[in-house]
């Protein structure tokens, strides 16, 4: 006999490839993101940000975790500059990560606003379909599955990934925060 048995509903879905998620998994390299999301720096400017964030690492040390971000494709070199006989790289993150949580009862003020959302997604999903089915179906049988998973998720992955990319352009371009300001 069960002590307790309950209905568990997917609340939270991550996306993001294996290579990402590892580099993600390390406290110095989510700070190297957050640093680099905002402006470009060199490595010895990473290593005083750091320092000053509380994070005492040699350089040798900073230069592996900006490495590791560059080989997940989380962070590009921005600039280049001659540099006393050598050549200076600026590096700039093409990522941002959001880590926060939500307050404590904060779900039941935001129902309203994700019923709201669930109405518009839900007419945003079936233009989609109706105008993209086709490129999404290319995209999916394209994919390779997910090592971790049984069941394949490929068309709900591209989609999640399209509406955060376009989230992600409209953050960058000013749209969003132009769209916040006039509609308070």
């Given at each position: 006999m069960s002590l307790l048995e309950t209905e568990v509903p997917v609340r939270n879905v991550v996306t993001t490839d294996p290579e990402k998620a590892k580099a993600l998994d390390n406290d110095v390299r989510v700070k190297i993101l957050d640093m680099l999301a905002d402006q470009e720096m060199a490595i010895g400017e990473i290593h005083e940000e750091l320092a000053r964030r509380g994070e005492k690492k040699v350089e040798t040390t900073v230069r592996h975790h900006v490495n590791i971000l560059k080989d997940a494709g989380l962070v590009e070199i921005a600039r280049l500059e001659d540099a006393s006989g050598g050549t200076l790289k600026y590096y700039k993150s093409n990522t941002r990560v959001f880590a926060y949580d939500l307050p404590a009862g904060s779900d039941d003020e935001l129902n309203e606003v994700q019923e709201?959302?669930?109405?518009?997604?839900?007419?945003?999903?079936?233009?989609?379909?109706?105008?993209?089915?086709?490129?999404?179906?290319?995209?999916?049988?394209?994919?390779?599955?997910?090592?971790?998973?049984?069941?394949?998720?490929?068309?709900?992955?591209?989609?999640?990934?399209?509406?955060?990319?376009?989230?992600?352009?409209?953050?960058?371009?000013?749209?969003?925060?132009?769209?916040?300001?006039h509609s308070r």
């Open positions: 709201t959302a669930r109405e518009g997604i839900t007419t945003l999903l079936k233009q989609l379909f109706r105008d993209h089915d086709e490129a999404i179906e290319t995209v999916a049988r394209e994919m390779q599955p997910c090592e971790y998973c049984e069941t394949q998720h490929y068309e709900e992955f591209i989609v999640r990934e399209v509406v955060n990319r376009a989230l992600t352009d409209m953050s960058e371009d000013g749209t969003f925060e132009t769209i916040a300001e």
